[in-house]
Nanobody, 121 residues
Framework: QVQLVESGGGLVQAGGSLRLSCAASGSIFSINAMGWYRQAPGKQRELVATITTGGSTNYADSVKGRFTISRDNAKNTVSLQMNSLKPEDTAIYYC???????????????WGQGTQVTVSS
């Protein structure tokens, strides 16, 4: 069984910073791309940032220059450093990973339970 567990959400004032972390655990053979997505009330889930095993990154235009994604392949973790936060960044943030578990040897997408980020104006 593979699990993704997020931490680090909370309430912050506009202009502040937060760091989200996500750890993958279980019987894992390999992890491909990892990323963060978010869903604001009444809106669809959207991509925030992704990172490949080799460290190539991709960001939503709305967060470029403010957010930084990183990962530790040895620890199966991915983090999102969020700076200069804006009220429009308020959402539930979800960790995502493409995992090949030892139980199936087939790649599947896994999601964390989500962590709330609230930015006050």
């Amino acid at each position: 069984q593979v699990q993704l567990v997020e931490s680090g959400g909370g309430l912050v004032q506009a202009g502040g910073s937060l760091r989200l972390s996500c750890a993958a655990s279980g019987s894992i053979f390999s992890i491909n791309a990892m990323g963060w997505y978010r869903q604001a009330p009444g809106k669809q889930r959207e991509l925030v940032a992704t990172i490949t095993t080799g460290g190539s990154t991709n960001y939503a235009d709305s967060v470029k220059g403010r957010f930084t994604i990183s990962r530790d392949n040895a620890k199966n973790t991915v983090s999102l450093q969020m700076n200069s936060l804006k009220p429009e960044d308020t959402a539930i943030y979800y960790c995502n990973a493409g995992v090949v578990p030892r139980s199936s040897w087939r790649r599947s997408d896994y999601w964390g339970q989500g962590t709330q980020v609230t930015v006050s104006s």
